[in-house]
Every structure is written in C-alpha cells, then in structure tokens.
C-alpha cells in the first residue's frame, strides 16, 4: 500500500497548482508561464518530501517542530527571492 502522506502532498501540489492556472483564466495580473509552473512544482515537491523525510525520521516533537520550521521558512525564502529579489541575486524575478 502506498504511503498516503506522499499521496497527500502530490495531491496538494497539484491543487496549490491549480490555483495559479485558474486565476489566469479570469484576470491578466495573474501571468505565469510553463517555467514558472515548473519551478513551483519542483519549490514545493522538494518542500513536501524534506517534511515526508522530517516526519518519518525524527522522532521527538521539538525536533520535528524546529526541522518544520527551517523547512518552512527556507521555503518562503525562497519563493520570495524567485519572486521579487529580496536578496538580489542573479535568480530572482526583479
């Protein structure tokens, strides 16, 4: 039987995927091209399996609790240097 937790996070992937596709339908601020859906998809797949990983090898709470939160907030880093540039690097979207 496959693991439900991975089945869990493909499936929310793919919905927090088709959040930006819907939005494109209905309004032009919303423009993201083949890439963008590419880089998202791997952002979050690389996001949801280090908290598969987090969750099946740590084993006390307070360490999952911290390993979440460098997880977390490495993911907003992240995603907020590839869409503005906080940190001015060759990679952001400014």
Excluded: H, Y
């Excluded at 859906?37 to 090898?57: P, R, S, W």
């Amino acid at each position: 039987m496959p693991n439900k937790r991975l089945l869990s996070i493909l499936v929310g992937i793919a919905f927090l995927l088709l959040l930006p596709l819907t939005a494109m339908q209905f309004t032009d601020e919303v423009q993201w091209t083949f890439v963008d859906f590419i880089t998202a998809t791997v952002l979050l797949l690389c996001f949801g399996l280090a908290l598969e990983l987090i969750l099946q090898k740590v084993k006390t709470t307070r360490s999952r609790l911290v390993a979440v939160a460098v997880v977390f907030a490495t993911l907003f880093l992240v995603w907020a240097e590839l869409a503005v540039g906080i940190f001015g690097t060759p990679f952001s979207g400014s």
